[in-house]
C-alpha cells in the first residue's frame, strides 16, 4: 500500500533549523504533486509549501524566506528546510502527495519550537 512516512521532526530553540523528510514508497513519486502542511494545536491544518512534478515551488507567506521545499525523485522523498523557527511554527507537520484527483497523507512528524 501506499505509504508517505515524514521524519526530521523534534524540539529546538526559536531561531533554530530543522528539515524535514518525507519518504514515499508505491507510487510513481515524480509525477506526483508533493506538499507539506502543519496544524498547531487547536488550530486548522494549513499548507506551508507545495512542490510541483517539474520542480515549481510556492509557499506561504508567512514561510517565505525561512522554508524551503525540495524533492529528489531518485530517493521518493521530498523535504522541508525551516530556518529561523519561531515558537508559532510549533505544530505537527504533514506531507501530502496529489496526482489528479487522488491524495495520500503521511502520519505527521511533531515540531516543537521552545526555550
Known amino acids: 500500500q501506499v505509504q508517505l512516512v515524514e521524519s526530521g521532526g523534534g524540539l529546538v530553540q526559536p531561531g533554530g533549523s530543522l528539515r524535514l523528510s518525507c519518504a514515499a514508497s508505491k507510487i510513481i513519486f515524480s509525477i506526483y504533486h508533493m506538499s507539506w502542511y502543519r496544524q498547531g494545536t487547536g488550530k486548522q491544518r494549513e499548507l506551508v509549501a507545495s512542490?510541483?512534478?517539474?520542480?515549481?515551488?510556492t509557499y506561504a507567506d508567512s514561510m517565505k524566506g525561512r522554508f524551503t521545499i525540495s524533492r529528489d525523485n531518485a530517493k521518493n522523498t521530498v523535504y522541508l528546510q525551516m530556518n529561523n523557527l519561531k515558537p508559532e511554527d510549533t505544530a505537527v507537520y504533514y506531507c501530502?502527495?496529489?496526482?489528479?484527483?487522488?491524495?495520500?497523507w503521511g502520519q505527521g512528524t511533531q515540531v516543537t519550537v521552545s526555550s
Open positions: 501530502k502527495g496529489r496526482r489528479l484527483t487522488t491524495e495520500y
Open positions: 512542490i510541483g512534478s517539474g520542480g515549481t515551488t
